[in-house]
């Protein structure tokens, strides 16, 4: 299968990085190469593009799809190591960044990876296959407390105990080794009647999986933190996320790096010395619009928030 993905709020991210032709930029999140693609079409034969992936085959995918340019490079690993990347690039500083922090739809439509609860395949959800934990050991080797857990804090799922409990009881029989029978199992834990409305049921425990599994919540704000130390002076971080539990961290990071003062009310002068080190480009997030939803209805839930070191 090849590796396919549509970039989503692409020409709202490449504007608001404001690209300087020389500059050195950064995708953590490569996947198809979208948006490095109109990246690197921008910088001169100065500029520079380092290009992040876990997942190796985005990364073989993204080197064909930028083949004409020479100042790219590919690296594998996950971008909550941006600093120890750029050292290891040579790289001192960068004049901005991407992190689209959605599930490549290659990774969704390719069955074998078990990323999607429409379709049966193994339990694996792992966005770098070279890792070795994976869907399959959260579900068969959690307990059943640490399985209510992520699912209402990873996926606000409401059933979390009913759920967690219909697992426990079915893998005392034996191991649940694919996604429908995952699904099976979530169904059973539903009422029928709410079932029948709005998303599809497993979607919930299945992001909340899909989160334990790559860890993608725990060093999120560590991460952006790194990137905007990884700024230079001018240097924009773009990032789109795509559930509340993301956007909150990526609010509530951009919002501390704007240094509002921490002194009490009643204090005559401020004495807390804390200062801004960024702005907001976006006050509010960008939302994706009505014509992209229309021919790529994964772009729905896509909020883009970008902020300036100063």
């Given at each position: ?11 709202e ?44 085959e ?72 070279t ?51 995952l ?30 599994v ?14 905007f ?79 300036e070191?100063?």
């Amino acid at each position: 299968m090849e590796f396919s993905h549509v970039s989503v709020l692409l020409k709202e991210t490449i504007d608001s990085l404001n690209i300087k032709p020389d500059g050195i930029y950064a995708d953590g999140t490569l996947g198809g190469g979208g948006h490095s693609f109109e990246i690197a079409s921008k910088l001169s034969q100065k500029g520079r593009l380092i290009g992040i992936d876990r997942d190796t085959e985005a990364l073989e995918a993204a080197a064909k799809r930028l083949s004409q340019f020479e100042n790219v490079s590919y690296v594998h690993d996950n971008f909550s190591n941006i600093k120890e990347i750029l050292q290891n690039e040579g790289v001192d500083a960068i004049d901005g960044a991407v992190i689209d922090l959605g599930v490549s739809s290659y990774q969704l439509d390719f069955t074998e990876r078990g990323f999607s609860y429409m379709e049966d395949a193994p339990l694996d959800m792992r966005m770098d296959r070279t890792a070795k934990f994976s869907a399959y050991d959260v579900v068969n080797t959690y307990s059943e407390e640490e399985l209510v857990r992520i699912f209402f804090e990873y996926g606000e799922e409401r059933f979390s105990k009913k759920i967690a409990s219909i697992i426990c009881e079915q893998r005392n029989k034996r191991n649940i080794e694919t996604t429908l029978e995952l699904v099976d199992i979530i169904k059973r834990a539903i009422p029928e009647k709410l079932r029948q409305k709005g998303s599809h049921p497993a979607k919930r425990v299945f992001q909340a999986i899909r989160i334990e599994v790559n860890s993608e919540l725990e060093p999120l704000k560590k991460s952006l933190n790194d990137f905007f130390d990884c700024l230079a002076p001018g240097g924009r971080l773009a990032v789109i996320s795509f559930h509340s539990l993301e956007d909150r961290i990526v609010k509530k990071t951009f919002q501390s790096f704007l240094g509002a003062c921490t002194c009490p009310k009643d204090f005559p002068i401020c004495v807390c010395g804390k200062k801004a080190r960024g702005k907001l480009i976006t006050t509010k997030p960008v939302l994706p619009s009505e014509e992209e939803i229309a021919y790529n209805k994964r772009s729905k839930s896509a909020k883009l928030r970008v902020c300036e070191k100063l």
